[in-house]
């Protein structure tokens, strides 16, 4: 066990960036033959010192620093505010987006003049309570604040201690063609999934998590992307899995209403706070309609 501090950490570097582009020709061979789509699952990524620390800093659920995402398609909490973060956290969070990382994303993904989102739209701490999922779905394809920015690749970084199989919450990699389940990736601590953003690039746990009360499924999402002259723009894509059955048309409704809450968003410029204001008053019409 590690005796320095939180803010001793801070001022180090959270990972082994010499050790990552030692590796690179050799990851990013495995990356592109990854089925179902590029990724690659690499393990004990930060310094064991430092991933203890960052989860002892994960801040608590207050929705004074979290947005929430409660809809038919997604159940879970964000916070893109780094100023409530810990020290360490806000270091790893620098690490990531640091020249030095995004130049070995971009050589494992094979794209050139990767732009981290100092913005973490999107992104940031993500928790989930008992009961949460996230349906399948390919994820948006441009910023909505920077109409030039189309989404290449994103990083999940987990950060939960003594995960449980039976706790559920499996982040699945679904066939390009949304027929099956082809790889899982459980969110123990510790662990990085890298992958591409690519308009079939399905995944999500969709089944609701079965973790006792107090225990929450925590990770930290970044995403890069790259200056395009006319980039595909598209929303968040969510399908139904075979066998969804009646669940498959929430799934389609709440698509598109979200299909029109990005279109207002970027158009208007909103804010992610006055966004999902406007998604829980949707949830809420939804629920007393039903």
């Known amino acids: 066990m590690t005796t320095e501090s939180s803010e001793d950490i801070a001022h180090l570097k959270t990972l082994d960036f010499p050790g990552l582009m030692a590796r690179v020709d050799t ?8 089925e179902p789509f590029p990724h690659i699952v690499l393990e ?5 010192e430092v991933v203890e620390a960052a989860i002892g800093e994960f801040p608590a659920l207050d929705a004074q620093q979290w947005n929430s995402y409660l809809h038919a398609n997604e159940r879970k909490f964000s916070n893109t505010n ?45 928790q989930s309570t008992r ?7 390919a994820d948006f394809t441009v910023h909505p604040h920077k109409r030039h920015w189309q989404r290449r690749a994103n990083i999940l970084l987990y950060l939960n201690e003594d995960w449980r199989p039976e706790y559920g919450g499996d982040l ?26 690519n308009d079939d690039s399905f ?3 969709p089944e609701p998590m079965t973790c006792p009360e107090g225990t929450f499924r925590r990770s930290l999402a970044l995403y890069y992307f790259t200056e395009e002259v006319a980039p595909s723009v598209r ?16 799934i389609y409704l709440d698509k598109q209403v979200l299909r029109g809450y990005d279109w207002l968003k970027r158009r208007l410029d909103l804010s992610d706070d006055t966004a999902h204001k406007l998604l829980e ?8 309609g039903n």
């Open 281 to 288: 008053m949707k949830e809420r019409i939804f629920r007393k």
């Open 44 to 48: 004990n990524f930060l310094r064991p």
């Open 27 to 34: 990851l990013r061979d495995e990356y592109a033959k990854a």
């Open 203 to 205: 995944h999500g746990h």
């Open 235 to 250: 929303s968040t894509e969510y399908r139904a899995r075979p066998g969804d059955g009646l669940r498959s048309v929430p």
């Open 82 to 126: 780094p100023s409530t973060w810990g020290p360490t956290l806000q270091a790893v969070l620098g690490d990531l987006n640091s020249p030095e990382f995004v130049g070995f994303v971009s050589q494992l993904i094979g794209v050139d003049y990767l732009i981290a989102d100092a913005s973490l739209e999107g992104g940031g701490l993500h």
């Open 172 to 197: 699945e990699l679904w066939s390009t063609d949304m027929k099956r389940c082809v790889k899982k990736v459980a969110p123990v601590a510790n662990r990085v999934l890298i992958f591409s953003t």
């Open 131 to 137: 009961g949460g999922f996230l349906n399948m779905h």
